[in-house]
């Protein structure tokens, strides 16, 4: 009887552990799939990005990415675009290589769909003061789409900007310095201008004047496109003998012979020299 009444404590405990274990495992199961089922409505949601961006179909990419949505390009800026930035990037480029997007790879982690792809297109219009070649053009990317509350708001990309020049015939090659100008080296260790002394130099076709204005405490100047073509993304920097950098200034587009105002506050300052310079191009992030 003893016996028996073991055997049968031994069969309960058993089917006990057996059975709370089969629940932790159903349990886990369950939130396996319900992840698996998320992911999959992520990637059906990237997916339909992908198609608007594919057709140039603005209300759909509306309707897909959130109000707040950002785009990080490339994925380090840290002047993301917004929603309206990349309606009119996405206009730009259907005007330009009458583009298409094809999906090659898509993984999807969390709240996270990431999608290897491939643009094709053909050159059309003019873009980044390159006209209209009617060459083909294709290049990879990667992108990284983040989603919450079914819609897209935030993606983070990165493609092969140099392969696209050089498809379009642009060659890569050291810079030359050209009389008149300096290299990066010979900019940051250029003269030292006392406070009363006058900046006076060309930089990339950019001649930059500028002074110390003692009265409000500012460095004052102007900036000139001395060149016959249009110099992107200007900006002054200036260098103080006590190690503060002011600047640079906001970028802006200079046309042929076009002359601009700039000013950088030094107030509080305490300095004996200082060095200024023009760049221009594009940024150095």
Not at 81 to 101: P, W
Not at 130 to 154: D, F, L, W
Not at 255 to 282: C, M, T, Y
Request: aromatic share 10%.
């Amino acid at each position: 009887m003893k016996n028996l009444l073991l055997v049968v404590s031994l069969v309960l405990l058993l089917c006990f552990t057996f059975g709370c274990q089969n629940k932790a495992e159903k349990a886990e199961l369950e939130k396996f799939r319900a992840q698996a089922k998320v992911e999959e409505q992520n990637k059906t949601i990237a997916n339909r990005e992908w198609e608007a961006w594919s057709k140039g179909d603005f209300e759909t990419f509306k309707e897909v990415v959130a109000a707040e949505y950002v785009w990080y390009f490339p994925s380090g800026s840290t002047k993301p675009r917004s929603r309206e930035e990349a309606i009119e990037t996405m206009k730009m480029i259907h005007n330009v290589a009458d583009a298409t997007f094809s999906i090659e790879e898509m993984f999807a982690a969390g709240n996270r769909v990431i999608v290897r792809y491939i643009m094709r297109g053909v050159h059309r219009g003019e873009w980044q003061g390159i006209p209209a070649t009617g060459k083909k053009i294709e290049y990879s990317g990667i992108m990284i789409h983040r989603i919450e509350n079914g819609k897209v708001v935030e993606d983070r990309e990165e493609f092969d900007m140099l392969g696209i020049y050089q498809q379009l015939g642009m060659e890569l090659k050291p810079k030359e310095v050209e009389q008149g100008e300096h290299s990066e080296e010979e900019e940051e260790s250029g003269p030292q201008i006392s406070k009363e002394g006058t900046y006076d130099d060309v930089r990339k076709g950019v001649r930059l004047i500028m002074s110390f204005d003692t009265e409000s405490s500012s460095f004052i100047g102007t900036v000139e496109n001395v060149t016959e073509k249009m110099i992107s993304r200007v900006r002054v920097e200036v260098h103080l003998s006590n190690g503060t950098e002011l600047g640079p200034t906001e970028p802006f587009d200079l046309a042929p012979g076009k002359k601009e105002d700039v000013k950088l506050s030094a107030d509080g300052q305490s300095f004996i020299w200082w060095r200024a310079h023009a760049e221009s191009g594009a940024s150095e992030y």
